[in-house]
Structure formats: structure tokens, C-alpha cells
């Protein structure tokens, strides 16, 4: 069993940045590929940013250049570096464990982006 603790989300101003972290229980953070979700109201949850256990990157097309997620396997925490950040991005963000068939989900940290 998986467990997943997000924090960092927030009310911030458009143009402005925000990191979150997630820490992980258990011993499998090292080989699982992680990821961040979010869900705005209304909307689908969609895939943000993810890295996998080898530390190779990908992200939604909205977010690259702004947005960087890593990944710590001392501390068994990902983060997302959130950048220029614009009211679109606001959402509840997820964070995601994958290892083979089992996936694992945090309970969610809001972002908002207003002025």
C-alpha cells in the first residue's frame, strides 16, 4: 500500500509561481512513475506532468515551459514547480503513483490563480 500526502497548493496571483510536493509512504516510490493530475471544476482530470522511475519527463502541452516536475528518491517526494502561472491553471491538483498494475492517488491540493 501506497500512501500519498500533497501540499503547497494555494491562492496565487497570475504571473506567479507555486511548488507542490508530494511524500510518499512505502517502499516502492523509487520504481514507480510518478505523476501530476489536476481537475478543474467541470472538467475531466488530465494528465499534467509525470516522471518516470528512470527520471525521463513528460508534459501536457500547457504547461511545458512553465511547469518542471522531479522527483526525490531519498525523501520519496515528487514535486511541481509550477511557473507563470495563469488563471487556467486553476485546479485540484493530484498526485498519481503508478508500479505495473496498481495506481495510487493523494487526496488533492487546490490551486487557484487569481488576481
Known amino acids: 500500500q501506497v500512501h500519498l500526502v500533497e501540499s503547497g497548493g494555494g491562492l496565487v496571483q497570475p504571473g506567479g509561481s507555486l511548488r507542490l510536493s508530494c511524500a510518499a509512504s512505502?517502499?516502492?516510490?523509487?520504481?514507480?512513475?510518478m505523476g501530476w493530475y489536476r481537475q478543474a471544476p467541470g472538467k475531466q482530470r488530465e494528465l499534467v506532468a509525470a516522471?518516470?522511475?528512470?527520471?525521463?519527463?513528460n508534459y501536457a502541452d500547457s504547461v511545458k515551459g512553465r511547469f518542471t516536475i522531479s522527483r526525490d528518491n531519498a525523501k520519496n517526494t515528487v514535486y511541481l514547480q509550477m511557473n507563470s502561472l495563469k488563471p487556467e491553471d486553476t485546479a485540484v491538483y493530484y498526485c498519481?503513483?503508478?508500479?505495473?498494475?496498481?495506481?495510487?492517488w493523494g487526496q488533492g491540493t487546490q490551486v487557484t490563480v487569481s488576481s
Open positions: 498519481n503513483a503508478r508500479l505495473g498494475l496498481m495506481t495510487y
Open positions: 512505502g517502499s516502492i516510490f523509487s520504481r514507480s512513475a
Open positions: 516522471v518516470a522511475s528512470g527520471g525521463s519527463t
